[in-house]
Structure formats: C-alpha cells, structure tokens
C-alpha cells in the first residue's frame, strides 16, 4: 500500500439541470479511499449513492471538482481512456446483477478478457475466476435466465474480477438475494478484499454495512458521516 | 478466432428469428426485382443487338441528293453510273460488290392492285444474297421472286402472274412470273434490302421495262471481315466523292447504336422501377435494426459499462444487419436465377442469352447492393447504439 489514496475526490458536484430547475446530486464531497479498504456508502434514498457510483465508476464526469483514480484525474482522461480505465481497473457488480443475455454464464465471465485482449481465452482464467467464487463449473454453459439469483451474481463478481482490477464497485449487490445468499456474496467480497482488493459497497442494509472497514453516509448529496 | 461481437449478433438474429426473417424477405424481393429486371433487360438487347448485327457487314451506296443548278446545262443524273460502280469496285477489293436498280411500282395480282418495290439484280447475285425459302431462284428473263410479306398479303404461289404498271386500258403491261419465295428477313436484313415487301427481276428485264441501263440507285459491299468496315467506307469515298460528294455511303452501325442505347436507357427504367422495391427493403431492415437497438438498450448500458468501446457496439449492430443482408441476398440470388430465368423466357421467349456473363452479372451484381443497402440501413441504429449514455442505458427497462 503506497500514500497516494487509491480514489481521491476533491470538492465534487453533481448537478443535474432539470425542467423543474437544478438539481444537485452530489454537494461539495471531498473524500479518499485508500487501496485495500471496504468502503460502504449508505444513506436514504436520493442521498446521492447512485450519483456517487457512477462517477467513481467514470461512467459519469462531475460538473465541478476532480476525481483521481489511480493517480489520474477522470477530467483531463479522453472518451477511450475511460472506456479501458472502466474495462481494466474497475470491476462493477449490480444490484439486478446485469449479465449478457446472450451469451452463457462462461462466455460472460470470459468477455472482458475479449475485450482487452482482443481474443477468446485459452488461459482458463475466466473459468478459474468462475471457480473462485463458488460457482458450479457445470452452470458454465447456462445461459443467465437459466440460472438462480445467488448464481447470477456470482457469475456477476466473476465477470467484475475476471481482469483483475484495482477497485470491486458494488451497488447493493445483494439488494435481489435472500437473506442467506447475500451473506455468502458478502463473504465473498470479504475474502475478494483480504486479497487487496478495495471494495466500494452501496447498501441500505446495516448488518450488510457491517462487513467494511468504513462507513460513508449520504444524504442531500453531502457526506454527513465517515 | 470466431468473433464474439460477431456471436452476439447472429444470437440475437436467431433469438428474433421471426423478425429477422421478415425483414430479411424485403432483401430477398429487392435482389430479385432488380436482378430479375436487369437480365431482362439485357437479354432483351442482347437479342435485337445479335439481330440487327446481321446486316452489320453490309455498306450501302447510293446517290447523293443532287442539287439542280439553275442555267447549268450539265445535267446530273440521280443515278450511279457505270464508271462510279467501276470505282467502287475498285475500292471495295476483295469484296463483293452488288449494284442494284430499284423503283416503285404499281401492280396487278388478278383483280388485286398493290403498290410496292420493285429490285433489279444480276440473277447471279441474287443467288449469293438471297434466301428462296420456296420455289427456285431466276431462270428465265420475266421470272420474279417475292418477298414473304408481299406473298403472303396477296396470297402468291408459284406461277402466280404479276402485272407491273398503272392499270391502263390502252396499254398491254408487262407480266413476271412468280418463280420464288423469300423467307422473312423481319429486322434483321442480312442482305441489305429490305425484300419482304418487294419484288426482284432480273436486271435485264428491270432496264428493259423502267430504262436506266448502267445506271443503279444503289450499290451495295458485302464485307467478308466486318472490321474492315470504316477502311472500306473510307476508300469508296476517296475514290468516288474525289471532286465533289456524289454517292452517300452508309451501314447499319448507327441504326445499332440507336437501337441499343434506346433499349439501355428502358433497362436502366426498369432497373430504377426494380430499386424501389429495394427502398421498401431498407426500411424494414432500418425499422428491424432500431427495434433491435430499443430492446437491447440495457444489454448496451451492460457492455458499455463494463468497458465495451464504441466501435465495438458499432460493429456488433452493423454485423447484425450484414447477417440479414447475407440472409435475403443468398435467398435472393438463387430465386433471382429462378424467377429471372423464367421471366425472360416467358417475356422474351428466348433464354440462349440467360447465361452469358453480361445478363448473370446482375445476380451478384443484386446480391451486393442487397447486402450494401442493410448495411447502410444499420448505420444509423448503430451509431445510435454506440452513443447512447450507459447511465441512461442501464436504467432502462
């Protein structure tokens, strides 16, 4: 672990221009999350945790201040770098787990590593990656309709892990899983961090919450507690 | 390495096969009207084309238009005389040169009065450019043979007597004697004279009964190698028109590049009528591509938000729509070599032209612009695909 935080926000904001006048998602945040920590972000609804997701996710710019990520500051990154920063460093895990339809359990895991390399895997990583979340190698080929939710998400982590990234972004990855299921995810996630991963986790759930080193609370878009 | 962007899109094909099939339809009737129309336009000018290149070999002399010079006493005659035929033939060389006299006439069949041409030729000459399809050629001074349209409007047999002349009491007439038939020539006048309205004598009794002794109203060359056709022209007018322009010389080239281009522009007429349907195609593949664009919007917030660059969508929606392309332009190709073939026979009633590569070119030649017309039909869906904001994309239900 170096000094450089591994995400820096500096006074971020957010707002949105709406019919009915501006609104403003993300209030004047400034915080760092170091590299190897589990970070959970809680608060009501429209605190601004999606708003936040998506901008430490870089599928969103702020529209004022500055986010580094990994030493470099998403504002200055062109479309493409973002594209590889989101492909190569982040791994994102949804709540309604968000799989390819098309393609099989497999092929989803194995697509990211398609999308780096420009070539399908003979390393058998995608399927050691599958295997190192529990998942049973004979699912492999089912597509994800065919498959439970605890198994979608599982197959979800494995996909966000598949290139090894830097940075797990989880939003309520267990927010559709049964109480039992969400907690062998979670366990996952721990284990994913005890190997260095940081994780960022967006939860309403305490007992969930309870899992990171640190707790981020939102609301009105401002960090009301650390 | 089997493209996985490429996998996707033949999924989704087979996923909305029904849909994809349907618009893929549109393509097939595209290709099939444009290549079914172009073969038939070509094969229809293939045909007049090999028609009228027939009589291609043949160069016709005949005198020009002769202006009278008021108080000139040399009177021209509107003939070509003996020593112009001598210098035609001098310049034609090796080929056959055929000079022949030529009227309008009034005749008699029994009661019947017609009006039509009448040919004097050397009865040798007639034999080498004339093809009696019934009955015998010249033998005696006042035999005739007819053409087939003549014969067949007066009901000519062999033997039938023929008055020439203004029906005259006073006046005996001169009677021929009809001794042959010509076949039809139709379009294609492979001798250079159009005989099926005619009658020919020999040219002993033609400048016995209308004058003109060594003097003809046309002569023509008979080429025996076409490509000589210009040089040959070029000669007869150096030698001949010397001093000043007494004999026009035509052939039949321009009549070919008339015909021709007529028939080209009603080729590429129906050829535009046949593109319309491909229009109506490229709609129903756009509507199929945005369609398939509205229904993945999620799965394209997925793959953009798990690192999938723009290209990469692009080329996922441009291969979809190449799939359909290749899906109606292989269907429409072969039911274009169905349809088309039966369409020119049926409407041309001739298919020796079907498959020579000027008419099957337009099989491929459909295919492409099939396939090019769903790839341009999936740019726009594409793009559209491509740019849209994952944030946006992934809320979508």
Not at chain 2, 144 to 158: D, P, S
Not at chain 2, 302 to 307: E, H, T, V, Y
Not at chain 2, 389 to 397: C, G
Request: charged fraction near 20%; proline fraction near 3%.
């Amino acid at each position: 672990m170096n000094d450089t935080p591994l995400i820096r926000l500096t006074d971020v904001s957010k707002v949105y221009h709406l019919e009915s006048g501006d609104f403003t998602a993300l209030n004047h945040i400034s915080l760092d999350i170091n590299e190897g920590e589990f970070v959970a972000l809680m608060g009501p609804s429209g605190s601004g945790k999606s708003t936040m997701m998506n901008q430490l996710g870089i599928l969103d710019v702020p529209t004022t201040g500055e986010i580094f990520i990994d030493g470099k500051n998403v504002a200055n990154m062109t479309n493409l770098e973002r594209t590889h920063m989101r492909r190569d460093t982040i791994g994102y895990v949804f709540q309604k787990f968000y799989l390819i339809p098309l393609l099989s359990a497999y092929e989803n895991v194995e697509y990211p590593l398609i999308l780096k390399y420009k070539k399908r895997d003979s390393t058998g990583r995608a399927a050691a990656v599958l295997k190192s979340v529990g998942f049973d190698e004979e699912m492999s080929a089912h597509r994800p309709s065919q498959l439970s939710g605890g198994q979608q998400q599982r197959v979800a982590i494995a996909r966000a892990l598949v290139n090894d990234p830097k940075i797990l972004l989880c939003d309520e990855p267990t927010g559709n899983l049964d109480r039992k299921t969400g907690f062998q995810i979670m366990e996952i996630l721990v284990g994913l961090n005890k190997e260095g991963k940081t994780v960022i986790l967006v939860t309403h759930d305490p007992k969930i919450a309870e899992y990171a080193h640190r707790t981020i609370q939102l609301e009105d878009g401002r960090v009301v507690g650390s | 390495m089997k493209d996985i962007f490429f996998d996707l899109s033949v999924r989704s094909v087979r996923l909305n096969f029904l849909r994809s099939l349907l618009a893929s339809i549109g393509i097939v009737i595209g290709v099939v009207a444009i290549s079914s129309m172009g073969m038939l336009g070509t094969n229809m000018q293939l045909m007049v084309k090999d028609q009228l290149t027939t009589g291609i070999n043949i160069i016709t002399v005949t005198p020009d238009v002769v202006r009278a010079e008021p108080g000139s006493s040399v009177s021209s005659s509107n003939e070509i005389t003996e020593i112009q035929l001598r210098d035609i033939r001098d310049a034609a060389g090796i080929n056959e040169v055929i000079p022949i006299d030529r009227t309008n006439t009034q005749f008699s069949i029994g009661s019947n009065d017609g009006r039509g041409s009448i040919y004097g030729l050397d009865p040798d000459d007639i034999k080498n450019i004339m093809n009696v399809s019934e009955g015998s050629t010249l033998r005696g001074e006042s035999d005739a043979i007819v053409g087939a349209t003549i014969a067949n409007r007066f009901n000519l047999k062999i033997g039938t007597r023929i008055k020439i002349g203004e029906p005259n009491v006073s006046v005996t007439r001169p009677v021929i004697r009809v001794v042959g038939i010509l076949s039809s020539a139709g379009l294609s006048s492979s001798n250079g004279i159009n005989t099926d309205n005619a009658i020919i004598v020999s040219d002993t009794w033609y400048t016995s009964q209308f004058g003109g002794g060594n003097e003809y109203d046309q002569v023509n060359v008979y080429l025996k190698d076409v490509s000589t056709l210009t040089a040959v022209e070029d000669a007869i007018d150096k030698k001949v028109n010397r001093n000043k322009e007494v004999v026009r010389i035509s052939d039949s080239s321009s009549r070919i590049t008339s015909v021709s281009s007529t028939l080209s522009s009603l080729t590429t007429f129906i050829l535009a009528i046949g593109s319309i349907s491909l229009l109506v195609a490229a709609t129903s593949i756009f509507n199929v591509m945005m369609m398939s664009v509205s229904e993945r919007v999620q799965e394209i917030g997925i793959l953009l938000s798990i690192g999938t660059e723009k290209g990469e969508i692009r080329r996922m929606f441009l291969y979809e729509a190449f799939i359909l392309g290749i899906i109606g332009a292989v269907i429409g190709g072969i039911m274009s070599v169905i349809i088309g073939y039966s369409v020119v026979s049926a409407m041309i009633g001739n298919t020796a032209y079907f498959f020579l590569p000027e008419s099957i070119v337009y099989i491929p030649g459909g295919m492409l612009i099939g396939m090019l017309v769903c790839i341009v039909s999936g740019l726009y869906p594409a793009w559209r695909a491509s740019n849209m904001d994952p944030i946006d994309a992934l809320r979508a239900e």
